[in-house]
């Protein structure tokens, strides 16, 4: 992964760590980070050199086919978790707490980071929103577990907010969102991802914070970017906001090569002798 603008003692590391990202940013080196659900997928992405997989709670959506993050429970985040951890050598696996594991009270939010680091095998948790979960994300940073923040459009809120618009554009959330970010820091989280909002306000955060931001939807300016797996592959077409490139198109591929197999087997020219005992 090493280039002319990546510090080899940043960039070839061989184990990813919140430290890792934090000298990162320091040495302003992007840091790569996507979803992941699976073991496959996670192997061919650490073998790529990805630096962070997130096992995002937008498994829901793309690997179960729901329409919104909200019916993930934690038994689900475990087995992805499981999973994706048995297909890393290299990259830092954090995970989404599902809705309603952390929301009740501080205890509810550690009992459920623990259980996603100690049964599914997880380097760090991420949680979404400010204010409300401050006091849990210190009892889980208290207890040793890296914390990760999630502000903007968070998509376990979606009922709140209505719709997938852009987030933080009027002055009133804008300054939250400011005051959330520093708040989420003082309380010990190693990095922040700012969903879908505004480039100058994801900018004015990113240089206002000490911990890396990871964007999606938030410009070019966060110390590093995010997309869902699912997006960045073109295996969920249907789905196509301005903030996702698609670096292939599997779903095309993928149909191809499905087709060509059921002609194959109706012509019965698979299996040929070569490929039969
Ligand atoms: O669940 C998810 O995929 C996420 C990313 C969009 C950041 O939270």
Do not use: W
Request: with cysteine.
């Amino acid at each position: 992964m090493a280039s002319d603008s990546s510090p080899p003692e940043v960039a070839d590391v061989p184990r990813v760590t919140t430290q890792t990202v934090q000298e990162m940013k320091e040495a302003g080196v992007p840091i790569a980070m996507l979803t992941a659900y699976d073991y496959t997928s996670a192997r061919l992405f650490d073998r790529a050199g990805i630096d962070v997989l997130l096992v995002g709670d937008s498994a829901s959506n793309v690997m179960a086919g729901n329409e919104t993050t909200l019916p993930m429970t934690l038994d689900h985040m475990i087995y992805h978790t499981q999973c994706v951890v048995r297909g890393i050598d290299r990259a830092l696996v954090a995970v989404d707490l599902p809705f309603g594991s952390y929301q009740g009270d501080e205890k509810e939010g550690l009992q459920s980071a623990i259980r996603v680091m100690k049964e599914g095998g997880a380097h760090a948790v991420k949680l979404e929103g400010g204010a409300p979960v401050i006091g849990t994300v210190k009892r889980i940073v208290e207890s040793g577990i890296p914390v990760m923040g999630h502000l903007g459009l968070t998509p376990q809120s979606i009922h709140d907010f209505g719709t997938y618009q852009v987030r933080a554009r009027d002055d009133e959330e804008a300054n939250q969102l400011r005051e959330d970010a520093k708040a989420l820091e003082e309380a010990g989280c190693f990095a922040l991802v700012l969903e879908k909002i505004p480039t100058e306000l994801a900018t004015e955060v990113t240089e206002s914070l000490s911990i890396p931001t990871i964007g999606i939807g938030a410009g070019g300016e966060t110390d590093g970017q995010v997309l869902v797996s699912h997006d960045a592959l073109g295996l969920s077409t249907d789905f196509n906001p301005r903030f996702v490139r698609r670096y292939a198109e599997l779903e095309d591929r993928i149909g191809d090569a499905i087709s060509s197999y059921v002609q194959d087997v109706r012509s019965r020219s698979f299996p040929s002798d070569d490929e039969s005992y």
